[in-house]
Structures are given as C-alpha cells and as structure tokens.
C-alpha cells in the first residue's frame, strides 16, 4: 500500500458556544469568531505536523482547498504546497482538491500546478475536485453547471499542461483565444491526477474511462460504502473493458493509534466527535444544492448518507462502528484497513492523523504510532 499523510487544517480555538448558535460552520459562520493570532499559531503547527510526516516514512503529505469555513483553513492549497515545497526533500505533495468549477480561467490552475511542479522537482501530484455544495454559497456560482464546468476546466488544465501552444480553446464555458503554458510541468505529460469523491456514480464514471484511469478516493464513508463505491469502479472499468489496478483506488479517513483500544476511544473521542459534528456537519439544502447532483444521485446519497444529517450528535462509538474512523490500538487498525483491501484491493491509503480539535501532542504520537506499527506491515 502507499501512505499519504492528509490534512484539513481545521480552526480548533473555534469557540464551540457561538458555533452552535449558527447553522453551519462554513459560509454563514461569523468571521468575528477568528483571531488571527491563533490563527498564525495553527498554521505554524500544522505545517510542522505535515513536513515530520516525511521524516516519519510516508510516501505523500496532502492538503486541500476550501472556502470560508473553520472546518479547514486552506481557501488556497497550493501557498501551503510552497511551504512545504520549501520544507521537504523526497515526499509527493498531493494537493488533494483543487475546485476546478470555482475559477473563471483554469490556465491560472495549470499554471500554478505547472510552477509548483518545477519547484519541487516533479513532486506534486494533483486532485480535482468540483467542491462540495457549499462552495457554491461561498462562491455564488451556479452549481446545476458544476459538472460541466468541471470536465471542461479538466479538458482545459491538461491541453495547457500538455499541448505545444499558443492554441486557442473553444469551450462551453471557458473560451481563450491564446493558451500557451509558461513554465510547463517538470513531470510529463504533467503531474498525476487523483479524483477524490463521495461516491458520486457520474464522478466514478468519468474517473475510470479509459482515456484517463485516475485514481478514486472515497472520502468520510462509512466501510460499507467504501467497499461498494470501490467496487462500482472496478464494475465500470470492467464495462470499460480493462482491470482496474490497486493503485486507482483509494480511501481517505481519520485514524486514530494508540496502545489499546480503550485509550485510542477515549483519546481520539473529542477530535473525531468535533469534526463530525461541529466542523462537517451541514443542512442538507447547502450541502447538496439545487441541480449539484442528478436527483438519481441525490436519492442514492441521501439514502446512504443518512448517519452525516442533522439528527442528534454522533458519537465516537458510532463512527468507529461503522468504519467511518478508524480508531484503535495498532492491531485493531491493521484489521480494520486489511479487510476493505480484501473486499477491494485499495493500494492508496490517505490517513487523516489530526482531525477536529486533536491537539498536537496526541497527533505526533498518533503520526508515530501509524508509521511504526501500522504502516510496515501494510506495505507489503
């Protein structure tokens, strides 16, 4: 298996009371209720959490991008790749979502992806991502065009990336008259590409053609959907007419490591019961907006997506139940991740070892603990 080391950057001095007293911690969610300060602090922290990682063994360190919100502070996920450009030797830096639909001239992205390339020596791999529904709050833009957008931004990033320019691109939504990519990407043809997703069935379609195979990242599901979405790509590369390689599907989630299971429960409770409930949890109308999924779409991630709505507080107990977490001593973890590889045959692991208000002393032993005690005896 391959080991990325991911993280949210979530805002932990949040003050809980106040949250509570809005509907969302992203877009509506007063900024009033961030101290800068604290702020720097954070960012201090995890960006020292990330580069230890490479020292700890793990084959990539990943961040992402979202928009007003305290869930992650990265509105800009390729600054924080710079910084860690600048930190690191040898580990891949996954950017592992870049909202392609949220910009109104792609080149801008393959630019900066092209820049970060050269600046790392080819150690960035790329994740496109349409943005969760509230994006498109925080953006104002129309989400019913978010898929379209989406391809033809995609279309748009690896024609600058890999065709000798200047051309011109002629697109539904995005129409340059030059398109000539200054610097081009140290990789080549250009950086790989990684699609993380909820299990959306036209993502997993997309992801899995033949003329692109991208790995497929289920993301915050329980094990039963990992193991059903996974598998819905290895079926549609099957249609396709080829096998899907291990190393086109992936899982992302928390895990927490500790001696026993008692303590990983009782340590990992307040970060893994933050994030899920103060930090993620959104109303379903700006979670999934009006035309940002097919109803058929809808129906299926309503049905299957009931346990993250807006009934009472989850509990730790819950998550880890329904391998949501995955929390647990060394052992218990092992198991945990050999049995979705046995159902699926995931190669690419992405372990979000810090989550909600974990703080950093338990996130450094949790990082230790994976990379010592887990991550050997999956490698082979």
């Given at each position: 298996m391959h080991f990325t080391c991911f993280h949210l950057m979530p805002y932990r001095p949040l003050d809980f009371a106040e949250r509570a007293k809005h509907r969302s911690a992203w877009v509506v969610l007063p900024n009033s209720l961030y101290d800068p300060v604290k702020g720097a602090d954070e960012y201090e922290s995890y960006i020292d959490?990330?580069?230890?990682?490479?020292k700890l063994g793990f084959d990539a360190i990943g961040v992402n991008e979202h928009h007003q919100t305290a869930y992650g502070m990265m509105p800009a996920p390729n600054l924080i790749a710079s910084a860690l450009i600048q930190r690191t030797k040898t580990v891949k830096i996954a950017i592992l979502g870049?909202?392609?639909?949220?910009?109104?001239?792609?080149?801008?992205i393959a630019e900066e992806f092209a820049m970060l390339d050269n600046l790392s020596r080819g150690r960035i791999i790329t994740g496109f991502v349409r943005g969760i529904g509230t994006e498109y709050h925080a953006t104002g833009l129309n989400p019913t065009f978010s898929h379209e957008r989406y391809q033809e931004a995609h279309d748009l990033i690896v024609a600058a990336w890999t065709k000798p320019g200047p051309f011109e691109f002629d697109g539904q939504h995005y129409n340059l008259r030059y398109v000539n990519l200054w610097p081009r990407?140290?990789?080549q043809p250009h950086p790989p590409i990684w699609v993380p997703s909820q299990g959306s069935s036209e993502t997993i379609r997309w992801a899995a053609d033949p003329s692109r195979k991208y790995p497929f990242l289920v993301t915050f599901s329980a094990e039963e959907l990992v193991i059903r979405y996974l598998t819905m790509y290895r079926d549609q590369a099957r249609e396709l007419g080829y096998e899907a390689s291990g190393?086109?599907?992936?899982?992302?989630?928390?895990?927490?490591?500790?001696?026993?299971?008692?303590?990983?429960?009782?340590e990992a409770k307040a970060g893994v019961e933050t994030l899920f409930n103060d930090y993620l949890n959104n109303p379903w109308e700006m979670l999934l907006p009006p035309g940002y999924m097919s109803m058929a779409s809808l129906k299926r991630t309503i049905a299957m997506r009931k346990h993250l709505g807006t009934r009472g507080r989850l509990t730790v107990d819950e998550l880890v139940n329904s391998g949501t977490v995955i929390v647990g001593s060394p052992q218990t973890v092992r198991e945990r991740i050999e049995r979705v590889r046995e159902a699926t045959g995931v190669n690419r692991l992405v372990t979000m070892l810090q989550f909600g208000v974990l703080p950093d002393h338990l996130t450094r032993r949790n990082m230790e603990?994976?990379?010592s005690e887990v991550m050997p005896k999956l490698r082979d």
């Open positions: 959490q990330l580069t230890y990682a490479e870049r909202a392609l639909p949220l910009v109104n001239n792609p080149v801008t990407p140290y990789q190393d086109q599907l992936g899982w992302a989630a928390p895990v927490y490591v500790a001696e026993t299971d008692e303590r990983a429960m009782q603990m994976f990379a």
